[in-house]
């Protein structure tokens, strides 16, 4: 029989024990059942990654559905630092069989030594499927390379296209800062977005939505394995109301000039052509733009970086009057019949105001005004009516206004009035900024595109605004309903009836359209960008000619037709051109009847005498979706 102490001693430590194992089990249970799901989580966090994969991007069309800026695949190089072993051998070897400078390899080993050794860097892009198969075909002398596929940015119509699309970048740590929550994929290496015109003001219906990607990690965080993927939603596509083949036309008519079209339908105000001459290849951006090309486009004194149809301001010039005339009628200071004599002057206190034709027109009434350009009719305008009721009538006409598009910078130009100068100059208004103000000069500026407009509504007498986004993600952009111009129909009849003399009578006669069914109507326009002084005057003025390119004046025509029922207007500007009817009309003349045919109109369209140069003149130009092989040499500055 053993000792009464030993039992107690092994009930106590038997005891004990059962006590650690309750708590062991309570502990396991809280663990496992109360906190397991807690704890599933926090595992799986440290096994699973979730990637960002980047959405397409939506495309963009024209009216007719032709694709102005779509996706590609895009086959790329990439390598992890860790399999290469020896990045530098690898990539020498690599170089042997895809075109890979010596700069860029550099910048790869840079990216490498900046990142974990299992994270993949981007060697190569863009290349042909010859190169994949190639590097392919050598993988086991190319430890750590791999040949993927993706999607990348591509303009079918560069040059023609690249002001109104514009294109897309890397995102830069200034994209960023801009941004009040940027979205997760923007963080993603290389994701591009918009950087300039469409593809920058629509950027968020064009991106999309990424999707994920779930991938198993060891401890250190190298991919072991795919888990699954979730696609995300594609960014939706626009249609523009660009048609492409007129925006192709225009910018082939105007090479080798610096020079800006609009095009705009009279009945609703859709924007047909926005072309600014010279352009520039938006590819370039999406594929690496060179040095060499990144310094000689700034370099280039034609801007072709600038978008001439909507940022570009210029003294609208007699394309002005058109506006003043408008002005006068509706201030009731002028009856269409009433008469202004023009002696080639008008006096105001020692200085004279001189209109362009020397000997002055004689009598002139509104008509005639128009017909024959007379500045002196419009210094008296301008007398009569003042800076404030110009301004008024301008902005009632789409002048001196930053219209709603979705592009970059669009200007609001400068239709100035008595409390602007005030304001701004520090000055009185004066008589004499009245007469500046009725040629369309001194203070005053306009776009291409305002001027487009104020044609439009003249032409059609309808409020219209413009518009450059047809539909979105298939949905139909609604055409706004048609709302009358607040403006005397009787006074918009005298104006056309003017707007059609100068076309078929006067300034711009040469540039007529013969065809019965397509009669134009027009207004030419020439603006100074130098002052001539008194002593020039009278030795004779110096001709455009015989000036450096940049002290010419600007060339300006608008115009629309048909003349009994208008459906098409025309606003062209052609910088430092010299006059309007001899340099901008042909060329808007040209656009206009594109427009009509809906593509090159017949030779019986042109006057007889013009024919055979026209036919030599469509020869002439570069090939359709080229812009011209290079730019003429300028004159010396």
């Excluded at 062991?24 to 809280?30: F, N, S």
């Excluded at 083949?245 to 052509?273: E, F, H, K, P």
Aim: with cysteine; hydrophobic share 40%.
């Amino acid at each position: 029989m053993s000792p009464p102490g030993i039992g107690r001693r092994a009930a106590m430590l038997l005891g004990v024990q059962f006590g650690l194992a309750g708590v062991l089990a309570w502990r396991m249970r809280d663990l496992q059942i109360v906190q397991g799901d807690r704890y599933k989580l926090l595992a799986e966090e440290n096994r699973i990654n979730l990637r960002l994969i980047p959405p397409a991007r939506g495309i963009i069309t024209d009216r007719t559905g032709a694709l102005m800026a779509g996706n590609r695949q895009n086959y790329r190089i990439i390598m992890v630092r860790e399999q290469a072993r020896d990045p530098a051998a690898v990539l020498a070897r690599l170089a042997e069989l895809i075109e890979l400078p010596a700069d860029r390899q550099e910048r790869a080993i840079r990216e490498m030594a900046g990142r974990s050794p299992f994270v993949p860097v981007v060697v190569a892009e863009h290349l042909s499927w010859d190169d994949v198969v190639r590097v392919s075909a050598n993988a086991p002398v190319l430890p750590g390379v791999e040949a993927e596929v993706g999607l990348s940015r591509f303009y079918p119509d560069g040059f023609s296209t690249a002001h109104v699309v514009g294109y897309v970048g890397p995102v830069s740590d200034a994209d960023l800062a801009k941004m009040e929550s940027p979205d997760p994929v923007l963080q993603i290496p290389r994701f591009q977005i918009g950087k300039t015109g469409v593809e920058q003001r629509l950027e968020s219906e064009l991106r999309g939505e990424a999707g994920t990607l779930r991938i198993e990690v060891s401890a250190s965080g190298r991919v072991m394995r795919e888990l699954g993927r979730a696609e995300g939603t594609p960014g939706r596509d626009v249609e523009l109301t660009i048609d492409k083949g007129l925006q192709d036309y225009a910018m082939r008519r105007m090479a080798g000039q610096s020079a800006a079209a609009v095009v705009v339908d009279v009945t609703n105000g859709d924007i047909l052509a926005l072309a600014s001459a010279p352009g520039y290849d938006p590819n370039s951006f999406v594929f690496g733009i060179s040095s060499a090309e990144w310094k000689g486009l700034l370099a280039d004194e034609y801007r072709p970086f600038a978008n001439k149809t909507v940022t570009g301001t210029y003294p609208p010039g007699s394309t002005f009057k058109v506006a003043m005339a408008l002005a006068a009628l509706e201030a009731g200071v002028v009856s269409p019949r009433d008469v202004v004599s023009c002696p080639g002057y008008t006096q105001l206190g020692n200085r004279r105001f001189h209109c362009w034709k020397h000997g002055g027109h004689g009598r002139v009434d509104l008509r005639r005004s128009l017909s024959q350009s007379c500045d002196c009719y419009y210094y008296e305008m301008g007398r009569r009516l003042g800076p404030d009721r110009i301004s008024a009538m301008a902005h009632r006409l789409g002048l001196g206004i930053a219209h709603d598009l979705p592009m970059p910078a669009v200007s609001t130009g400068n239709m100035p009035d008595a409390a602007w100068k005030k304001a701004v100059k520090h000055e009185s208004w004066t008589t004499g900024d009245s007469f500046n103000y009725g040629i369309g000069q001194g203070f005053t500026l306009a776009s291409p595109l305002q001027l487009a407009l104020m044609t439009a509504r003249v032409a059609g007498g309808i409020d219209l605004a413009p518009r450059l986004v047809r539909a979105v993600g298939g949905v139909a952009v609604p055409d706004p309903a048609p709302v009358a111009l607040d403006i005397d129909p009787r006074h918009l009849a005298a104006v056309r009836d003017g707007m059609f003399a100068v076309s078929n009578e006067g300034t711009a006669y040469r540039s007529r359209i013969v065809d019965p069914a397509m009669l134009m109507a027009g207004k030419t326009g020439t603006s100074q960008v130098r002052i001539i002084s008194a002593a020039e005057r009278a030795a004779g003025v110096t001709s455009n000619e015989q000036l450096p390119w940049r002290r010419r004046d600007h060339a300006l025509f608008v115009c629309y037709a048909p003349y009994d029922k208008p459906r098409y207007a025309v606003a062209q500007i052609v910088e430092h051109g010299g006059g309007g009817s001899a340099v901008a009309a042909p060329i808007a003349r040209d656009i206009l009847l594109y427009a009509l045919h809906g593509g090159l109109p017949p030779l019986s369209a042109y006057p007889a005498e013009q024919r055979d140069a026209i036919e030599k003149e469509r020869l002439a130009m570069p090939p359709e979706g080229q812009e011209a092989a290079a730019t003429p040499a300028r004159d010396p500055a």
